[in-house]
């Protein structure tokens, strides 16, 4: 069974960085997509960046571009996000999202119901 697990969340000043992880078990990288999401504090959740099984193909969203860096490490079986001159407008709850299903190596996506298993979330806050 695909399981997922995020860390590296907690407080930042404006204009630092953040680095999360998303760890999987039950599969392997180079059989799983992964996505991140972001839910702001009322909002509905948002698609962040996508990584393929091949790892060849990424995505990002255009509110993150420039800012964000998706990367993985395959022995270890984690893929990170790391999130440069971090906003406001950043904080929330980073949700990581796999997918073992084989839409091809290349495959990505920005849509939820296209990943099966979901990690509890890491929280993000961006205050001074």
């Known amino acids: 069974q695909l399981q997922v697990v995020e860390s590296g969340g907690g407080l930042v000043h404006p204009g630092g960085s953040l680095r999360l992880s998303c760890t999987i078990s039950?599969?392997?990288?180079?059989?799983?997509?992964i996505a991140w999401f972001h839910q702001a504090p009322g909002k509905e959740r948002e698609a962040v960046s996508c990584?393929?099984?091949?790892?060849?193909?990424?995505n990002y969203a255009d509110f993150v571009k420039g800012r964000l860096t998706i990367s993985r490490d395959i022995p270890k079986n984690t893929v990170s996000l790391q999130i440069d001159s971090l906003k406001a407008s950043d904080t929330g709850v980073y949700f990581c999202?796999?997918?073992?299903?084989?839409?091809?190596?290349?495959?990505?996506?920005?849509?939820?119901?296209?990943?099966?298993?979901w990690g509890q979330g890491a929280q993000v806050t961006v205050s001074s």
């Open positions: 990584i393929s099984r091949s790892g060849a193909n990424t």
């Open positions: 999202a796999a997918t073992n299903t084989d839409w091809g190596r290349s495959w990505c996506s920005s849509r939820a119901p296209h990943f099966m298993s």
């Open positions: 039950g599969s392997t990288l180079t059989d799983t997509a």
